[in-house]
């Protein structure tokens, strides 16, 4: 199944979108499928379960963390990932650019958009967004690549493009501004039941679990 739903997405995504695994809560085994399938970014939400996996798994593809990093972890982090997707304050990326320079590493990094303005969730508020990544720009070990939003769940994904199109607009205003330190590339929108919209709404990563894993009791 897992194969057949990776080469499924993989040839109905357009040139140059990218697919992200997000592997929250699956198995090496698992892993390991979706990888012989083709996938080339593994996604995970928590540092020690990545930690766990990639021992298994080793290193044939990138690691993106794309759950909300503590301060705490940001050590591991750094040696573990490939790929910050949910950056989200100053003082994280205080955190991330001293772990990396201890491992002499600049770090990509997504700046995560907080795009519904959802108190329960984490990420930037819209207008918050220019002013850190200005900050950032300055920061010697994580360099800034792109913006990242989860936007509102709803159950008709139509729903989501508004807020889809609220980051692409802030993404296409940051990269005119041409800051030190800061190539947007990547934006990274759209989950299992969005991405369709995410992808129409200029979306380049989607991270996507359960149409490749199948269903599991949390939804991703």
Avoid: W
């Amino acid at each position: 199944m897992i194969k057949e739903n990776v080469q499924r997405l993989l040839k109905e995504l357009p040139e140059g979108v990218q697919l992200v695994a997000a592997a929250k809560a699956r198995t090496a085994q698992e892993i390991e499928e979706a990888i012989a399938a083709g996938i080339k970014i593994i996604g995970e939400n928590y540092v020690q379960e990545a930690e766990r996996v990639f021992r298994a798994v080793g290193r044939k593809v990138k690691r993106h963390f794309i759950g909300h990093l503590q301060k705490n972890k940001v050590n591991k982090a750094v040696k573990i990932f490939d790929m910050i997707e949910t950056l989200d304050s100053a003082p994280l990326a205080d955190a991330l650019d001293k772990a990396c320079a201890r491992e002499n590493k600049i770090m990509p990094v997504l700046v995560e958009v907080n795009s519904g303005r959802e108190k329960q969730k984490f990420g930037v508020l819209p207008e918050q967004i220019q002013p850190l990544i200005e900050e950032l720009s300055r920061k010697q070990h994580i360099k800034v690549v792109g913006l990242m939003t989860m936007g509102p769940q709803f159950g008709d994904p139509e729903q989501a493009r508004p807020y889809f199109k609220e980051t692409k607009k802030i993404f296409e205003r940051i990269k005119g501004l041409s800051l030190p330190n800061v190539e947007m590339q990547y934006l990274s929108m759209g989950m299992s039941n969005s991405y369709q919209v995410a992808v129409a709404e200029g979306a380049n990563l989607v991270r996507i679990g359960s149409k490749i894993f199948g269903a599991r009791e949390s939804a991703d």
